[in-house]
């Protein structure tokens, strides 16, 4: 059966490169297209299974994990520490709510982000934003910033050395995801499964659509309706209930258990006043939706230094209010979608380790925007369960 792209590729597509050489991008998307299949469709299937069940307050989602990985980081041995990292906190919260926990990273792919402009200045000299190793390098010349299709290539082999840690008996159940973002690198990687005739894209267990690319008549949502995996989307304060129910007419079209997460980012001092009206109108429309909170990209600010930074204590009260809103309207909290590293970084503020503005300096290693430490996330994920333990939160009882 041949694989009709039509419907997505022939749309408007935000937040894509300004590829230089059309020749050398379609030939390096047709060699994607010949290489095997990152992830398999029933694994896809399970994890759509156990969303349903966090849905239904019967289990908790994690996702995690780096804001943009990068090429150099793509190792197995660091595999590890992400998946252990992962699994400390999990074991954290399973343990305070008794519900199992999906975990899910942001792992082997989300080699691309979005950006607020597509050029910045640097020294005086305006270059391509940098948009993630997938497309460009970050450095600061010409050379490093222009478009390279190769990079494509190059990010489908640092996924699958990433992806050796699922085949290691320690990691546990592990799924990854990443932002669907570079149309060529998703279509590529886009199959029709044997078993169901229908269409999965094959670079990860789940995608989710940003906040500047969930526009219902653009490629990557008409992309994600058409695919069967799991599909997340990021709903910020412009949301509009209408907004939320047009993306579930055209992404859950039959309320499918298990298919949409919904995943809030309104920052703390939003939270509790505009989620309630969203997970009210899901709930009107009939839609099984898992709730995530990400309390991470709502509360970003530029420090005094210069630094791109976020406060623990933002984060913390951001995920609270998410609970919060889930007690007073009887609905699951479903899970926590934060950007977190095992690394001892110093890029957010607060915390235990009391991290000031004066210590951004001193480790200071994101690609893109501020990671939790691995102090940090641990720190966050007790809180969240002794505070959502206080709440009773009706999900978790």
Known sequence: MT??????????????????????LDAAACSLSLLPALVRPEDCDRLRSRIATAA????????????????????????????????????????????????????????????????????????PVYRGDMVNGVGAVAAERTPDPRRLLTAYRCAAEVLRVRDEPATGELFT???????????????????????????AHTLWLGERTRQPNGSHVRFAADIRNPIGVKLGPTTTPDDLLTLIDILDPEREPGRLSCIARFGSYQVRDLLPELVGTARGAGAEILWVCDPMHGNTFTSSVGYKTRHFQHVLD?????????????????????????????????GAQVLTEADLGLRYETACDPRLNRSQLLELAHAVAEVAGLLRTPALV
Request: charged share 25%.
């Open 3 to 24: 694989l009709d792209t039509s419907r997505w590729t022939h749309r408007l597509a935000r937040q894509q490169p300004d590829w230089p050489d059309q020749q050398a």
């Open 56 to 127: 239904a307050g019967r289990a908790f989602l994690l996702q995690g994990g780096d804001c943009a990985e990068t090429f150099a980081d793509a190792r197995l041995d660091r595999a590890r520490d992400k998946a252990r990292m992962l699994n400390d906190a999990a074991q954290v919260l399973e343990a305070a709510f008794g519900v199992p926990v999906v975990r899910v990273g942001r792992l082997a792919g989300q080699f691309a982000k979005p950006r607020s402009q597509p050029t910045e200045h640097i020294d005086g000299v305006e270059l």
């Open 177 to 203: 995801s990443h932002e669907a973002l570079i149309m060529e690198y998703e279509t590529a990687l886009t199959r029709i499964d044997d078993r169901t005739g229908q269409p999965y894209a094959l670079s």
């Open 318 to 350: 951001e995920a609270l209010g998410f609970f919060e809103v889930h007690r007073e309207l009887g609905t699951h909290p479903g899970g926590l979608h934060l950007e977190a590293t095992d690394r001892d970084v110093t890029e957010c503020l607060g």
